[in-house]
């Protein structure tokens, strides 16, 4: 009796993702943790006079089948493949009252830790100009022996690390370059923006790298990635004074190229309201910058200006940033932090999770919780830790991401 019952229930599910889902038909989900949703998008192009529209996109997310977070949101067959078989989405750090787990997540394999820093000036960040932000990490180990009997919310310590007057709100993080954290920091009052280099083991010693373009003061770094040449390139956005923490930007909005081998400094892009986020494809030859123009720290919001993922040309001989074109428009928030997977999809942070695209920028699927992500890292393959704030998120799927270490 139980085996029949099972075997229709099995049935009407089939029929229900066949009838209400662009998944081919022959297509099996298995989700043992009810976690997965697909949508049809067909049967949700027209809203319609007289319904309600998401007139503030920071705070209403499109959910239309009114699923529980957290959960993965499937608009394209090939999330499926993204998140593989019994996929599940869980909490593994929580602190209700501080925003310990913004930005800067960085996996370091031979101990398998999350690095990550806490939210620079901003709700529940617990700094401002006359205190600075965390760089702290996490265990992975732990979270793997809290989670034994199977994917559940656990509340596994997150540790601090304490680090010297040098480092200043730290926002962005890669690595492991050369064996080493690059962090960049966006400086404090009349303390410099710069880009430095942690070691990931006690004691965590850093050495500065660069903290200025010819004599004038970067804004607020921002984000990170390293080249296939070990050439660095980062951004620089002045989100330090739109958080109060910072004077008035002395240099445009900007993303730039160092050479640390020989010192060299350029701009690489400079047709972007707010450069943030940025990630390599798989080949090197493309990258992706996100633009957070409407994002305006404690002035607010503004819906008119950028929360788009921009791609350009990598110039094969100097690295210059060509053929800027548009990637993807984020539908919540702006994509902040992003990364590239296996696959080559483009992962975005956005107001409501994290957001994927396939390589031709059509939103696939979405880790969807609800709340607001800045940035995620691949802990290998089949670990996506999501930094949401006052809590860290870890997602078990299939795909893993592309390798960020150098050297």
Not at 247 to 266: D, E, H, K, M
Not at 370 to 389: H, Y
Request: proline share 6%; aromatic share 12%; hydrophobic share 40%.
């Amino acid at each position: 009796m139980l085996n029949l019952l099972i075997a229709v229930v099995v049935t009407i599910l089939s029929l229900f993702y066949a009838y209400h889902s662009t998944v081919p038909q022959d297509r099996i989900i298995r989700d043992a943790y009810g976690q997965i949703s697909v949508v049809n998008q067909l049967n949700f192009n027209v809203i319609g006079a007289g319904n309600s529209f998401r007139d503030d996109p920071h705070h209403r997310y499109f959910n239309p089948t009114n699923h529980t977070t957290p959960f993965f949101q499937v608009f394209e067959d090939e999330f499926l493949d993204v998140i593989g078989s019994n996929p599940s989405l869980n909490v593994i750090s929580f602190d209700p009252i501080f925003a310990f787990a913004h930005e800067a997540p960085v996996w370091v394999p031979d101990t398998d830790e999350i690095f990550f820093c806490s939210n620079a000036g901003g709700d529940l960040g617990r700094s401002d100009i006359g205190h600075n932000n965390q760089v702290a990490k996490l265990s992975m180990k732990e979270v793997a022996q809290a989670m034994a009997e199977g994917p559940v919310d656990v509340n596994v310590p997150q540790y601090k690390i304490d680090l010297p007057r040098s480092v200043q709100m730290t926002n962005g993080g890669t690595g492991l370059y050369k064996g080493q954290i690059l962090l960049t920091n966006e400086g404090r009052g009349d303390l410099p923006a710069n880009l430095v280099l942690m070691n990931p083991h006690s004691p965590y010693n850093v050495s500065i790298l660069l903290d200025h373009f010819y004599g004038r003061q970067f804004n607020s770094l921002n984000d990170v990635k390293v080249h296939s040449s070990g050439t660095i390139f980062f951004t620089d956005v002045p989100y330090g004074y739109y958080q109060h923490f910072k004077p008035n930007p002395q240099l445009p909005n900007q993303v730039y190229s160092f050479n640390p081998r020989t010192g060299a400094i350029r701009v690489v892009a400079d047709q972007l309201d707010k450069p943030n986020g940025l990630a390599f494809a798989r080949d090197y030859k493309t990258v992706y910058v996100s633009d957070t123009g409407s994002l305006i720290g404690k002035f607010g919001h503004d819906l008119a200006l950028p929360a788009t993922i921009q791609e350009f040309d990598v110039d094969p001989k100097t690295l210059a940033f060509k053929n800027q074109r548009v990637f993807a428009y984020a539908d919540s928030g702006a994509p902040d932090g992003l990364g590239v997977d296996e696959f080559g999809n483009v992962y975005g942070a956005c107001f409501d999770g994290v957001n994927v695209w396939n390589p031709s920028g059509t939103l696939i699927g979405k880790f969807f919780l609800g709340t607001k992500s800045a940035n995620f890292a691949f802990a290998g393959k089949g670990r996506l830790v999501i930094l949401a704030e006052t809590k860290i998120y870890l997602a078990q799927i299939k795909a893993g991401g592309m390798s960020l270490m150098y050297g």
